[in-house]
Protein backbone atom coordinates (compact mmCIF):
# COMPACT_ATOMS: atom_id res chain seq x y z
CA UNK A 1 0.00 0.00 0.00
CA UNK A 2 1.60 3.20 -0.76
CA UNK A 3 1.48 5.74 2.24
CA UNK A 4 2.55 9.18 2.88
CA UNK A 5 3.22 10.80 6.37
CA UNK A 6 3.76 14.28 6.76
CA UNK A 7 5.30 15.88 9.89
CA UNK A 8 6.82 19.04 11.09
CA UNK A 9 4.21 21.49 11.16
CA UNK A 10 3.30 23.83 13.82
CA UNK A 11 3.31 27.55 15.19
CA UNK A 12 5.82 29.85 13.77
CA UNK A 13 6.35 33.84 14.32
CA UNK A 14 6.15 35.84 10.83
CA UNK A 15 9.69 35.45 9.54
CA UNK A 16 10.45 32.26 10.89
CA UNK A 17 11.16 29.18 9.37
CA UNK A 18 10.06 25.29 9.48
CA UNK A 19 10.97 22.09 7.41
CA UNK A 20 8.62 19.62 6.71
CA UNK A 21 8.97 16.19 5.81
CA UNK A 22 7.21 13.65 4.23
CA UNK A 23 7.89 9.90 4.88
CA UNK A 24 6.74 7.69 1.75
CA UNK A 25 6.37 3.89 1.71
CA UNK A 26 4.75 1.33 -0.64
CA UNK A 27 6.61 2.51 -3.72
CA UNK A 28 9.77 2.78 -5.90
CA UNK A 29 10.25 6.72 -4.23
CA UNK A 30 12.98 7.56 -6.95
CA UNK A 31 10.92 6.96 -9.84
CA UNK A 32 8.05 9.40 -8.93
CA UNK A 33 8.15 13.33 -9.17
CA UNK A 34 6.45 14.55 -5.32
CA UNK A 35 4.80 17.94 -4.92
CA UNK A 36 3.60 19.96 -2.30
CA UNK A 37 0.06 21.33 -2.19
CA UNK A 38 -1.49 23.58 0.32
CA UNK A 39 -4.41 24.55 1.73
CA UNK A 40 -5.83 27.68 3.63
CA UNK A 41 -8.21 27.54 6.08
CA UNK A 42 -11.92 27.27 4.60
CA UNK A 43 -10.47 27.62 1.03
CA UNK A 44 -9.28 25.89 -2.21
CA UNK A 45 -6.03 24.10 -2.90
CA UNK A 46 -2.83 25.62 -4.01
CA UNK A 47 -0.08 23.64 -5.43
CA UNK A 48 3.43 24.78 -4.03
CA UNK A 49 6.48 22.97 -5.47
CA UNK A 50 7.53 20.05 -7.39
CA UNK A 51 10.43 18.11 -7.68
CA UNK A 52 11.69 15.14 -10.20
CA UNK A 53 12.22 11.65 -9.04
CA UNK A 54 16.13 12.12 -9.99
CA UNK A 55 15.77 15.61 -7.97
CA UNK A 56 17.60 17.16 -10.67
CA UNK A 57 14.53 19.50 -11.49
CA UNK A 58 11.98 21.48 -9.35
CA UNK A 59 10.04 24.46 -9.97
CA UNK A 60 7.79 26.54 -7.62
CA UNK A 61 4.77 28.63 -7.33
CA UNK A 62 5.37 32.35 -7.42
CA UNK A 63 3.70 33.18 -4.40
CA UNK A 64 6.61 30.45 -2.26
CA UNK A 65 9.60 31.31 -4.79
CA UNK A 66 13.21 32.28 -3.62
CA UNK A 67 11.56 31.70 0.31
CA UNK A 68 10.88 27.74 -0.09
CA UNK A 69 13.12 25.32 -1.09
CA UNK A 70 11.92 21.76 -2.06
CA UNK A 71 14.24 18.62 -1.57
CA UNK A 72 14.59 15.14 -1.26
CA UNK A 73 16.33 11.70 -0.20
CA UNK A 74 15.99 8.99 -2.41
CA UNK A 75 17.96 6.77 -0.10
CA UNK A 76 15.50 7.43 3.07
CA UNK A 77 12.33 7.80 0.54
CA UNK A 78 11.42 10.95 2.33
CA UNK A 79 10.51 14.68 0.80
CA UNK A 80 11.44 17.83 2.46
CA UNK A 81 10.10 21.67 2.26
CA UNK A 82 11.99 24.21 3.41
CA UNK A 83 9.84 27.42 4.25
CA UNK A 84 11.91 30.30 5.22
CA UNK A 85 10.95 34.01 5.84
CA UNK A 86 7.35 32.79 6.74
CA UNK A 87 4.68 35.03 6.08
CA UNK A 88 0.84 35.09 7.72
CA UNK A 89 -0.56 34.17 4.01
CA UNK A 90 1.38 30.71 4.63
CA UNK A 91 -0.65 29.60 7.04
CA UNK A 92 -2.40 26.26 5.40
CA UNK A 93 -2.68 22.39 5.80
CA UNK A 94 0.72 21.26 3.45
CA UNK A 95 0.09 18.19 1.81
CA UNK A 96 2.55 16.06 0.13
CA UNK A 97 1.20 14.20 -2.82
CA UNK A 98 2.53 11.49 -5.43
CA UNK A 99 2.43 11.70 -9.11
CA UNK A 100 0.71 9.20 -11.12
CA UNK A 101 3.00 9.25 -14.28
CA UNK A 102 6.40 7.37 -13.67
CA UNK A 103 9.02 9.12 -14.49
CA UNK A 104 6.62 12.35 -15.00
CA UNK A 105 6.78 15.58 -13.51
CA UNK A 106 4.30 17.43 -14.79
CA UNK A 107 1.36 15.14 -12.98
CA UNK A 108 -1.60 14.69 -11.31
CA UNK A 109 -1.23 13.58 -7.91
CA UNK A 110 -2.26 9.91 -5.88
CA UNK A 111 -2.49 9.33 -3.23
CA UNK A 112 -1.93 12.81 -0.62
CA UNK A 113 -0.74 12.55 2.69
CA UNK A 114 -3.12 13.10 5.72
CA UNK A 115 -1.38 16.74 5.58
CA UNK A 116 0.45 19.00 8.51
CA UNK A 117 -1.03 22.01 9.49
CA UNK A 118 1.66 25.43 9.71
CA UNK A 119 0.21 28.33 11.58
CA UNK A 120 1.99 31.67 11.33
CA UNK A 121 1.45 33.66 13.84
CA UNK A 122 2.31 36.47 16.50
CA UNK B 1 -0.78 31.18 -15.34
CA UNK B 2 -3.98 28.67 -16.79
CA UNK B 3 -7.48 29.59 -14.79
CA UNK B 4 -9.33 26.91 -13.89
CA UNK B 5 -13.56 28.15 -13.98
CA UNK B 6 -15.96 25.86 -11.93
CA UNK B 7 -19.48 25.61 -12.03
CA UNK B 8 -21.60 25.57 -10.29
CA UNK B 9 -19.88 27.34 -6.91
CA UNK B 10 -22.60 24.40 -5.24
CA UNK B 11 -25.04 22.30 -6.28
CA UNK B 12 -27.99 20.67 -4.06
CA UNK B 13 -29.15 17.62 -5.39
CA UNK B 14 -30.64 14.42 -3.97
CA UNK B 15 -29.20 10.67 -3.18
CA UNK B 16 -29.50 8.80 -6.67
CA UNK B 17 -29.98 12.12 -8.95
CA UNK B 18 -27.10 12.54 -11.51
CA UNK B 19 -24.81 15.59 -10.83
CA UNK B 20 -22.80 17.64 -13.80
CA UNK B 21 -19.87 19.36 -12.95
CA UNK B 22 -17.92 21.41 -15.10
CA UNK B 23 -14.62 22.82 -15.21
CA UNK B 24 -13.51 25.56 -17.94
CA UNK B 25 -9.98 26.75 -18.33
CA UNK B 26 -8.60 29.94 -19.78
CA UNK B 27 -6.70 28.46 -22.30
CA UNK B 28 -6.79 24.56 -23.79
CA UNK B 29 -5.02 22.07 -21.21
CA UNK B 30 -5.38 19.37 -24.17
CA UNK B 31 -6.82 16.76 -21.83
CA UNK B 32 -4.39 16.88 -18.98
CA UNK B 33 -7.42 17.58 -16.50
CA UNK B 34 -7.86 15.93 -13.20
CA UNK B 35 -10.47 15.66 -10.95
CA UNK B 36 -10.48 15.04 -6.92
CA UNK B 37 -13.19 14.70 -4.12
CA UNK B 38 -12.37 16.06 -0.98
CA UNK B 39 -14.54 15.64 2.31
CA UNK B 40 -14.07 17.73 5.37
CA UNK B 41 -11.01 16.94 8.03
CA UNK B 42 -9.63 14.57 5.02
CA UNK B 43 -6.93 14.91 1.99
CA UNK B 44 -8.11 14.96 -0.81
CA UNK B 45 -8.87 11.77 -3.36
CA UNK B 46 -8.22 11.44 -6.93
CA UNK B 47 -11.11 10.69 -9.15
CA UNK B 48 -10.33 11.23 -12.34
CA UNK B 49 -7.30 11.56 -14.48
CA UNK B 50 -6.30 12.31 -18.07
CA UNK B 51 -10.20 13.73 -18.54
CA UNK B 52 -11.71 10.49 -18.63
CA UNK B 53 -9.49 7.44 -16.87
CA UNK B 54 -10.91 6.43 -13.61
CA UNK B 55 -7.80 6.11 -11.03
CA UNK B 56 -7.73 2.97 -9.02
CA UNK B 57 -10.75 2.04 -6.75
CA UNK B 58 -13.27 4.42 -8.09
CA UNK B 59 -16.78 3.46 -8.54
CA UNK B 60 -17.72 3.70 -12.21
CA UNK B 61 -20.64 6.11 -11.05
CA UNK B 62 -17.99 8.86 -11.59
CA UNK B 63 -16.87 9.46 -15.09
CA UNK B 64 -15.04 12.49 -17.03
CA UNK B 65 -15.06 13.92 -20.30
CA UNK B 66 -13.90 16.82 -22.51
CA UNK B 67 -10.70 18.02 -24.02
CA UNK B 68 -9.02 21.63 -24.79
CA UNK B 69 -10.75 24.14 -22.41
CA UNK B 70 -14.25 22.74 -21.69
CA UNK B 71 -14.85 19.48 -18.81
CA UNK B 72 -17.37 17.51 -17.12
CA UNK B 73 -17.55 14.95 -14.03
CA UNK B 74 -20.51 13.39 -13.86
CA UNK B 75 -21.69 11.16 -10.79
CA UNK B 76 -24.45 8.76 -12.27
CA UNK B 77 -26.82 8.34 -9.64
CA UNK B 78 -25.28 9.80 -5.81
CA UNK B 79 -24.62 7.91 -3.00
CA UNK B 80 -24.58 9.01 0.69
CA UNK B 81 -20.61 9.10 0.85
CA UNK B 82 -20.45 11.14 -2.74
CA UNK B 83 -21.32 14.62 -1.05
CA UNK B 84 -18.41 16.51 -1.39
CA UNK B 85 -16.05 19.35 -2.23
CA UNK B 86 -14.84 18.62 -6.12
CA UNK B 87 -11.42 20.01 -7.42
CA UNK B 88 -10.10 19.81 -10.99
CA UNK B 89 -6.28 20.49 -11.95
CA UNK B 90 -4.44 20.71 -14.81
CA UNK B 91 -0.97 19.45 -15.55
CA UNK B 92 -0.75 21.19 -19.27
CA UNK B 93 1.51 24.20 -17.84
CA UNK B 94 3.63 25.98 -14.69
CA UNK B 95 2.55 26.34 -12.65
CA UNK B 96 -0.11 23.41 -11.56
CA UNK B 97 -3.65 24.99 -10.99
CA UNK B 98 -6.98 24.14 -8.94
CA UNK B 99 -10.05 25.49 -9.57
CA UNK B 100 -12.05 26.79 -6.73
CA UNK B 101 -14.14 23.89 -6.56
CA UNK B 102 -17.89 22.69 -6.35
CA UNK B 103 -19.81 21.61 -3.67
CA UNK B 104 -22.10 18.98 -4.14
CA UNK B 105 -24.61 19.15 -1.03
CA UNK B 106 -27.57 17.04 -0.12
CA UNK B 107 -30.84 18.39 -1.29
Known amino acids: EVQLVESGGGLVQPGGSLRLSCAAS????????MSWVRQAPGKGLEWVSVISGSAGSTDYADSVKGRFTISRDNSKNTLYLQMNSLRPDDTAVYYC???????????????WGQGTLVTVSS | EIVLTQSPATLSLSPGERATLSCRAS??????LAWYQQKPGQAPRLLIY???NRASGIPDRFSGSGSGTDFTLTISSLESEDFAVYYCQQSSNWPLTFGGGTTVEIK
Open chain 1, 97 to 111: AKGIHLLAVSNSFDP
Open chain 2, 27 to 32: QSVSRF
Open chain 2, 50 to 52: DAS
Open chain 1, 26 to 33: GFTFNNYA
